[in-house]
């Protein structure tokens, strides 16, 4: 596992990014990230990886890693306002992605709340956001996303087959986009929706997840804790809460639930 200091192309970012650190194989960028926060990187740095052998996904899954090289990245955040909320970190990281590949040439890229990216209605991202404490007590989030750049469908476990995708299978000339302007689209995507996050406005995070909501108009059922509900949600609150109007006529405030498959 060596790592070298990379000079992403034409980046576009304040702090997002800056430093970069690449890696070929790492087990998780999560983890690389918080030992380097522990020795007091900077807000804003960057751990890329084109392979993990250990990926993690939400609620302790495993995230199934495809045949280098892939986009594997993972952002310190270290917010100015103590009690923000991951919730809308996420949404934003997901609206950068998905933003980020339409500047690259891919199509129909949707955010499925809570933290998911989807090409064609395939998953083709994911990410991942903990908190964790630095010294000297400052609050931080570890913001991770997995992109699938490359593959074909054989690539995919046959479970995964429906419901995976990688952007090369849409790209135009089915290479996919250079995963380093792309990296460097992403952090200049989310730097913008981040500084409106914390001057206290979300509205540009609201408003495109409406634009990008891959449910937009349509029922979902959600499973929050061992319940199931069913109804329409168009909005997220501030905080990246859904806000879903159950068909029963009550409105209810999601903050951790599952969409299932309907
Ligand atoms: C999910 O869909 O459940 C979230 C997946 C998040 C995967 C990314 S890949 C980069 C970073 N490092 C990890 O180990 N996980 C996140």
């Not at 070929?24 to 990886?49: C, F, K, N, P, Y």
């Not at 476990?157 to 995708?165: M, N």
């Amino acid at each position: 596992m060596t790592n070298q200091e990379l000079s992403l192309p034409e980046l576009r970012t304040r702090f997002l990014g800056r430093p970069t650190f690449h890696y070929r194989e790492v087990e998780s960028t999560q983890d690389i990230l918080r030992q380097l926060a522990a020795e007091g990187a900077l807000h804003g740095t960057t751990v890329l990886a084109d392979h993990q052998t250990q990926g993690r996904g939400r609620q302790g899954r495993i995230w199934f890693s495809l045949p280098p090289p892939q986009l594997y990245a993972s952002v310190l955040l270290v917010p100015p306002l103590p009690d923000l909320k991951v919730g809308v970190l996420s949404i934003a990281a997901g609206l950068a992605l998905a933003q980020a590949m339409e500047e690259h040439g891919i199509a129909d890229t949707r955010v499925k709340w809570p933290n998911d990216v989807t090409v064609n209605r395939k998953k083709a991202s994911g990410i991942l956001a903990e908190r964790v404490i630095l010294r000297g007590a400052a609050p931080a989030v570890l913001l991770g996303f997995g992109i699938n750049i490359t593959a074909s469908l054989d690539h995919f476990p046959a479970g995964l087959r429906d419901r995976a995708t990688a952007l090369s299978l849409h790209a135009r000339d089915r290479i996919g986009p250079d995963r380093f302007r792309l990296l460097g689209t992403i952090l200049a995507d989310l730097e913008r929706f981040y500084d409106e996050i914390v001057r206290g406005d979300p509205s540009a995070v609201q408003l495109g997840f409406r634009k990008r909501w891959l449910y937009r108009d349509r029922q979902i059922q959600i499973r929050i804790g061992n319940r199931l509900f069913t109804g329409v949600a168009d909005e997220i609150d501030p905080d990246g809460a859904l806000l879903l109007q159950c068909g029963s006529g009550e409105a209810l405030r999601v903050v951790s639930g599952e969409i299932l498959p309907f």
